[in-house]
Antibody, heavy 124, light 106 residues
């Protein structure tokens, strides 16, 4: 069965960096795109970034563009989110999530499996 | 940027039908999907590509999408369906979520 296990969350000061990891299992990792989605405490879902199956295509939400970087290592079945210049408003549970395809099509880009999430708290 | 609008809350009696709307400009020209999230849990996909149900999702969940509105319908709502529901679409290389609708079964 599909498993997505996030790690790397914690408390970090504003302006500092953090790298999240997501270890995937139960499917052929290099055949599927991956997302990061976040959810601030008591708030709704906010998409962060998506990466294609081979890492060649990436898109970001405007709120994180230029500060966050999504990447993947298909030899390790792992997707990463490098977060720089963190702000208080980045405080959230960060979910790793799987696309049902190699990448998004022109009309559809959804998530068929979600991890359990890892909490990132940005606070001095 | 593209926006999806959902009602913040909806109440439904057990056994009745709940209809959750999601509005966006020309949303019917895109594929919409829906996620269910129960307290303390990760979201679960309940409808994709407007009206398709993933395996394991009960038949009482159905979806439609036309014009500017996508709708998630829960027929014969059960207590276990009490949750937050989010619509989602893909526009200009951006994943967009609606603000979520809290469904209360009482």
């Amino acid at each position: 069965q599909v498993q997505l296990v996030e790690s790397g969350g914690g408390v970090v000061q504003p302006g500092r960096s953090l790298r999240l990891s997501c270890a995937a299992s139960g499917f052929i990792f290099n055949s599927y795109g991956m997302h990061w989605v976040r959810q601030a405490p008591g708030k709704g879902l906010e998409w962060v970034a998506v990466i294609s199956h081979d890492g060649s295509s990436k898109y970001y939400a405007d709120s994180v563009k230029g500060r966050f970087t999504i990447s993947r290592d298909n030899s390790k079945n792992t997707v990463y989110l490098q977060m720089n210049s963190l702000r208080a408003e980045d405080t959230a549970v960060y979910y790793c999530a799987k696309l049902p395809l190699l990448y998004c099509s022109s009309t559809s880009c959804y998530i068929d499996y979600w991890g359990q999430g890892t909490l990132v708290t940005v606070s001095s | 940027s593209y926006e999806l609008t959902q009602p913040p809350s909806l109440s439904v009696s057990p056994g009745q039908t709940a209809s959750i709307t999601c509005s966006g400009v020309k949303l019917g020209d895109k594929y919409a999907c829906w996620y269910q999230q129960k307290p303390g849990q990760s979201p679960v996909l309940v409808i994709y590509q407007n009206n398709k149900r993933p395996s394991g999702i009960p038949e009482r969940f159905s979806g439609s999408n036309s014009g500017n509105t996508a709708t998630l319908t829960i027929s014969g709502t059960q207590a276990m369906d009490e949750a937050d529901y989010y619509c989602q679409a893909w526009d200009s290389s951006t994943v967009v979520f609606g603000g979520g609708t809290k469904v209360t079964v009482l």
